[in-house]
C-alpha cells in the first residue's frame, strides 16, 4: 500500500500543477496556447459564408483596366453608385481617403508647385464622391492609433456608438474595451456625408497570427464600432446595443436581444471560413464595366477594398499567411450575421481545470492500482476524448475549451508514475539486497560458529583471512588483469566469504584438528579432504534449497575448493594452475598460508612477520600468482595493523 501510495501521488502531482497552469495561464505557455488552439480550429468544422455579404475588389486586373492606384474620387464615385444600383443593403468601405482628390481642379497646385488645372468634367471630384456617399448606406473606414500624439492631428468626423456598459459587481474598475490616443480619418465632406464609420484596426497575437478582432474601441470617451459591425448594424437596423461584462475575460455585446460573445478587451474571436477568398470576390473592373448580375448584390452588405500588389494589407490566420484585410472584416460582419462567433465562455477555464484533475487522477489511479501499461492506454483514451471534445465542441457550439492542460498533465503523470515505480522497484530492490546481506552475514556467522565450536583456533583463523582478503583485494582492484572483475560488489562478497574457506574440516577428526604433533602422510592425506568436504557442504544446501547459479554460492565454492590450488600446478585437490585457479581462490590462498604461519598453533610457535613474508617471496611464481604476491607486499603494514585488532 505505501508502494502504491507513492506511484499515486507521482500521478498526481504533475495534475495538481498543471490545473494551476491553467488556473494562473502564464504568460510563456501563450504561444503553446496559441498552437493547440489553431490545431483544433483546422480540425473543426468550417462553415461556408452566408448569402449577404460579397467583396468588390480593386484587383490587378482592375488597375490593368482602369490605371494606377490611387484612382480618381469620380471613379471611385461611380463604382460606389454601381453597387448601389445592384440593389446592396450597405457599403462598407475600406478604404481612407485622408487628402484631397490630387485630380480635383480645387486642388490646383501640382507637382513641382505648379498650376495643373483640369477639364470642368474632372473638377470636385471629392464632392462628386461625398454626393455618392450620401445616396445610400455607405460606411467609410478610419484608423485609431495608440501611441502618443506627437503633433497637431486634424479633427474627424467619426460616428460613435450609444453602448452602456453594465459591469458585475466584481469588475467595476475594469475597462472592456482598448482605449485609443489618435485617429487617422478620411476628408470632413466625406465622412459627413457616409451613412456611419467603422475603425479598421485587427491587430495580430504576439505570434502574428490573427484570430480575433476588435469589435469596439475606446476614443475620447466615445465608444467606435469595427468596420465590420458598423456595416452589420446599418444593415439590420439595430436600435438597442449594450455591453456586459462578466469578469476581465468575458463580455457580451446584446444588439437588439442578440448575444455577441467578445472578450475582455471587446475581441470577437473570430469563426473564419476556411482559407483566403472563401467569400465572393468581384473584380471592380467587372462593376464599373457593367459586367455583373443585376441582382448580385441585392440585399447584400458589399466590402470595397483592395488587394492589388502594393495597395492592400494582408494578414496571416490560423488557416492562412495572406488573408486580405478587407476580408477580414467581411468575416467580421458574416460572424455576426449569422450569430456564430467562436468564444470563450467564463465557464472554459473551470472546466478546463475540472477536467485536468479528473483526468489526472483517474490516470495516476489506474497507474497504482493496476499498472503503468494501463495507466499508458488510460492516457490515450482520455487524449482522444479531450481532442475530440475540443473539436467537437468548437464545431458544435463555437465554445473553445482547450485539451492543452489536461494533456500536459497526463503527458507528465506517466513519467512521474514511472518514476515513482523505478524508486518503488529500487527500494524493493534494496530491501532484497539488504536482506540478501543480512542472511548471507547470518549464514557465514553461523557456519563460523560451527567452526569455532569445533576448533577455535580455526575459527578465529577465519575471521582474520576476513580482513586480510579485503585489503588485498582493494589494491589489486588497480590491477589490469583483475580490474574488471574486483568490482566493489565483488570485493565486499570475496571479504564476507573469505572466512568459510576452511568450512569442510567441521568433517575432519577433532585427533587430527588438535593433534600437536606432525601428521603422518595418512594423516596429511585425511587433511587434504577438507576443500572437497567443504565443497560437499555447499552442494548439498543447494540442492536442498532448490538453487541454481546463485553468484554468492558460487563464489563461495571457488573459496572453498580452490584455496589450496598452487600456481605452478602442484596444489590440491584439482592440481589447477595459473589462470585456471579463480581469482577469489588465489587471493585466499596467500592470505590463508600468511595467518597460518604468524599465528601460533597447537603443533608450532608463530613464525615473525618478516620470515613469513621471506617465505611468500620465495614462493612468488610457484606457489602464488605473482601479481598477488606483489600487491600483497604493498599493504603488508596494513595487514599488520588488521593482525593485531583482530
Known sequence: MKDRRLVLLCGIAPTIVAALLALYRPAVFAHVESGVYDAVLRQASTKAPGEHVALVDIDERSLSRIGQWPWRRDVIARLVRRIQDHGASTIAIDLIFAEPDRFDASNTVGMMGREAPLPND??????????????????????????????????CVLHPLSVPIIHSADDADHSPVFHASGAICSLPTLASAAAASGFLNAASDADGILRRAP??????????????????????????????????????????????PIDGKGNLLLRFRGKKRTFPY???????????????????????????????DFLATPFDTQFAGVELHATVADNLLQQDPLQRSEHATPIEIETTLLAGVIVAFVGARIGLVWAAVTTLAWMGVLWGGSIWRLSASGEFVSPLYPTLALIAAI?????????????????????????????????????????????QHARRTQLYTRLLAERLASHPRFHDYLTPERIDLLASLAPLHDIGKVAIPDRLLNKPGALTTDEIAEMRNHPAYGLEVILQAENRTGTRNDPILAMAKEIVYTHHERWDGTGYPRGLAHEQIPIPGRLVALVDVYDALV????????????????????????????????????VFPLLTTAQMSA
Do not use: C, W
Open 415 to 459: 513519467p512521474a508514475m514511472t518514476a515513482g515505480k523505478l524508486l518503488v522497484e529500487r527500494r524493493r530492490a534494496d530491501r532484497a539486497h539488504h536482506e540478501t546481506l543480512v542472511s548471507q552475514h547470518l549464514m557465514v556467522q553461523s557456519l563460523l560458529s560451527l567452526t569455532e565450536a569445533r576448533d577455535p583456533d580455526t575459527g
Open 215 to 260: 469589435l469596439l474601441i475606446d476614443f475620447d470617451g466615445k465608444i467606435y464600432p469595427g468596420l465590420g459591425l458598423a456595416a452589420v448594424i446599418a444593415a439590420s437596423e439595430t436600435r438597442n446595443l449594450a455591453l456586459r461584462v462578466a469578469n476581465v475575460n468575458a463580455a457580451t455585446l446584446t444588439m437588439d436581444g442578440r448575444p455577441v
Open 599 to 634: 599465528t601460533r598453533r597447537v603443533y608450532r610457535q608463530p613464525m615473525p612477520s618478516q620470515s613469513a613474508i621471506d617465505l611468500i617471496v620465495a614462493g612468488k611464481g610457484t606457489l602464488f600468482d605473482p601479481a598477488v604476491v606483489d600487491a600483497f607486499l604493498e
Open 282 to 312: 468581384v473584380s471592380a473592373a467587372d462593376v464599373l464595366d457593367g459586367r455583373v448580375h443585376d441582382d448580385l448584390f441585392k440585399d447584400k452588405i458589399v466590402f470595397v477594398g483592395t488587394t492589388a500588389l502594393g495597395t492592400g
Open 122 to 155: 474632372l473638377s470636385q471630384t471629392d464632392a462628386g464622391l461625398a454626393d455618392a456617399l450620401g445616396r445610400g448606406r455607405v460606411i467609410l473606414g478610419f484608423a485609431l492609433t495608440f501611441e502618443r500624439p506627437t503633433r497637431e492631428t486634424r479633427p
